[in-house]
């Protein structure tokens, strides 16, 4: 198996476009150790990695005495030494070959260029870190805040429970992706817009407390929310009764509003980045981390675009210019899916779901869902409309179609007819006796009305 072909069989790495693959192989070495040798010492500098190619290797972590407090095996395809990569700090650990072991060697300068060129590459990077933090792995702090445990995982990474150490507060601190975190310029241009979201504050919009920069990525210290996210809430529900729809669709909305007239635009409104927060109150998250996704065909150079393809609004597939109407489009395939149940479009590659959204007619949710309400079967349809200056875009009539319908009053009291005689000089004694009596019927929930008959029933005068 040559090198390239190898690498083609290591998750991120698999990634990569078969016509770039020779040249990806071609920065990185081939480095062979016998039984018994070192591949790497604790305590020594860490501007390596290594991808097992062949062969099994024993890592152990020593304390301060040299007394042995953990160790484990890895194998082909399994990587080693990317923490000293990723943190600049000294190797962790002893790495020791236990027969003939042959290593692809991944240099820092080298690795850094990968995951600029190939998002996949940092997903990947990504995610050894995340099990590093997941499992303990000798790291338990991210800057100030001590680690819990894991949250779950999100579009643009994965989250985890901290406590700050001084203050004693619960946060969730959610680690972004290094395919985000190493793009040219994004570090500069998220700490200053997370500075300014953090002043977003609103009901429905998830509070931003922090900032912590660590292993070679970002980290967004946020508000613990007890509820998971709306995502989850549909894969254990399946489509939602419109009236719970509604109500979820229109704080998404209120959130949004209040964003767009700060000047924000989402770019990433999908199920997975509304947090639950408990009952019927929903949160907006992730502000500004659109994830990039790879577009291109077969042996393409790919190109990337922001966003969630299932949920990427016409003008973001065709990388052109998007503002507000961007979001409101993504919440109208949120809106969709809740009432239906499925996504207006399911495709086999992301090219194909691009092209879709740019080009094709979403299925009519009256159809696809008869119940319901005509309100928000004219939400969704003016959400989805492909050319963004005929989409549905005013806050007014949006908050109007997710309103909850107003109740109908119908007057279910019986009515009774009571005729009264009396002799003109009791008039006084009556009047007294039928105001008491409307007091009497008021404090029932009834009215009293009277009609005077002058002449006998047949003429009728109101007093």
């Known amino acids: ?230 995502s989850r809430i549909m894969r254990e529900s399946g489509r939602l009764p419109p009236p719970r729809a509604a109500v979820i669709l229109a704080q998404v909305a209120e959130a949004l509003h209040h964003a767009h007239e700060q000047g924000f635009v989402h770019r990433d409104v999908k199920p997975a980045n509304v947090a639950a927060c408990g009952g019927d109150r929903f949160k907006l998250m992730d502000f500004g981390l659109a994830r990039p996704v790879p577009v291109g065909g077969a042996g393409e150079r790919p190109r990337t675009v922001d966003g969630t393809p299932h949920y990427i609004a016409p003008e973001t597939a065709l990388g052109k210019a998007v503002d507000g109407r961007a979001d409101i489009y993504s919440l109208g395939v949120v809106a969709f899916e809740m009432l239906a149940g499925r996504l207006p479009f399911e495709r086999d590659s992301v090219q194909q779901m691009l092209r879709a959204h740019a080009l094709e007619e979403p299925p009519d949710i009256a159809a696809l869902a008869p119940d319901t309400p005509a309100p928000l079967v004219e939400f969704v349809r003016g959400t989805l409309i492909k050319d963004p200056t005929r989409r549905l875009t005013s806050w007014e009539r949006i908050r109007a179609l997710l309103a909850p319908p107003q109740p109908i009053s119908i007057d279910t009291r019986r009515e009774e007819l009571l005729r009264l005689r009396f002799a003109p000089k009791k008039q006084a004694a009556v009047e007294r006796l039928l105001g008491a009596l409307a007091d009497d019927v008021r404090a029932l929930g009834g009215e009293l009305s009277r009609a005077r008959f002058e002449d006998g029933p047949g003429r009728r005068h109101e007093p």
Do not use: W
């Not at 018994?36 to 097992?52: K, S, V």
């Open 1 to 230: 198996m040559s090198l390239a072909e190898f690498l083609s069989s290591v998750p991120g790495f698999s990634e990569i476009p078969a016509a770039d693959m020779a040249e990806v192989a071609a920065i990185c070495g081939v480095r062979r150790f016998a039984a018994g040798e070192a591949l790497m010492r604790q305590g020594e500098a860490g501007n390596c990695m290594f991808l097992i190619r062949q062969g099994r290797v024993r890592v152990v972590k020593k304390d301060d005495r040299g007394v042995e407090t953990a160790s484990f095996r890895l194998g082909p395809r399994e990587p080693v030494g990317e923490m000293a990569l990723l943190t600049g700090e000294p190797r962790s650990a002893d790495v020791v070959a236990e027969e003939p072991v042959e290593a692809v060697e991944v240099r820092r300068e080298a690795f850094a260029a990968l995951i600029l060129e190939y998002p996949p590459v940092g997903a990947f990077l990504t995610e050894l870190l995340g099990r590093r933090l997941e499992e303990g792995g000798g790291i338990t702090r991210v800057g100030k805040y001590r680690l819990l445990g894991k949250l779950g995982r999100g579009g643009t990474g994965q989250v985890f429970e901290a406590v700050h150490p001084s203050l004693g507060r619960t946060v969730a601190i959610k680690m972004l992706s290094h395919a985000l975190a190493m793009r040219p310029g994004f570090r500069e241009h998220f700490l200053e817009e997370a500075r300014t979201i953090a002043s977003l504050s609103h009901p429905n919009i998830v509070t931003i407390y922090d900032t912590e920069a660590a292993y070679a990525t970002l980290f967004l210290v946020m508000e613990r929310l007890p509820g998971g996210d709306l």
